[in-house]
């Protein structure tokens, strides 16, 4: 059994200083996946001493970072989505530190391959349009990639942010927010195609039932969080060969606003393998 965690810190230096690291020795994951780093390189592997770290910073300070951690040996990484955007053109700064692949050794031989994604969240207040341009386009790299990875003959999962709220019953508000940005239809319209024609699994919605719910961020402001009133956001999406194999997925809500140690929740899932 392999428990595997997701969880946007929203920093990880303000996340241990809130005691993230008492929740990783209660929960023990096998593997971790980190979103909104947000910390330089030799930072970041400072708070992860003693596993084996693919961190990819964003280019722009104090933004975005991703990070898979693990217990289990990594026999490659991959950083970005370059090779899916405009032939010859880099990667954009702001789509920098969102992307970051890892192949698990397995203790049987075999691998699993993982990625830790923080897509943009967007905007579309008057001024704010150039955000979801940015969106779409990072979106366009990101189903490319999912294209191919959802053919592979081992266990794929994709983890993360994803900053879209996929249907009525994954955000509270949902008749307050149909004009704003993570749930508009064209966003929408895109995990449609991933968990449709290009065949990955939700498997917080296959595990979690019908909905409302279960939600994975909270703002920090108000009663929102107290009240239950957030959006599902975050994400474990698993290709065909690795779909049949979870065994649990749960969203890992702390007990109290006080003992939050992100605006997310971790999405914990636990596989046979």
Known sequence: MLT????NVNGIRAAFRRRMDTWIAERTPDVLLLQEVRAPDDLARQHLDGWHVAHLPCDIKGRAGVAVASRLPLRATRAGLVAYGP???????VDTGRWVEADVELPGGGLLTVVSAYLHSGSNAVGQEHTMAAKYA?????????????SAEHPV?????????HRSVDIANWKGNLKNAGFLPAERAY???????LGWTDLGRTHGGDGPGPYTWWSWRGQSYVNDRGWRIDY???NPALAGRAVKVE??????????WSDHAAVVATYDL
């Open 4 to 7: 595997v965690a997701t969880a």
């Open 87 to 93: 032939a010859g053109e880099p990667e954009p700064p």
């Open 138 to 150: 990072h979106l366009d790299k990101v189903t490319a990639r999912l294209a191919e990875l959802t």
């Open 157 to 165: 999962l994709v983890a993360g942010d994803l900053n879209i709220a």
């Open 191 to 197: 995990v449609d195609r991933w968990t449709g024609e």
């Open 236 to 238: 474990q999406l698993a």
């Open 251 to 260: 969203v890992d809500r702390a007990p109290t606003y006080d003992e939050r």
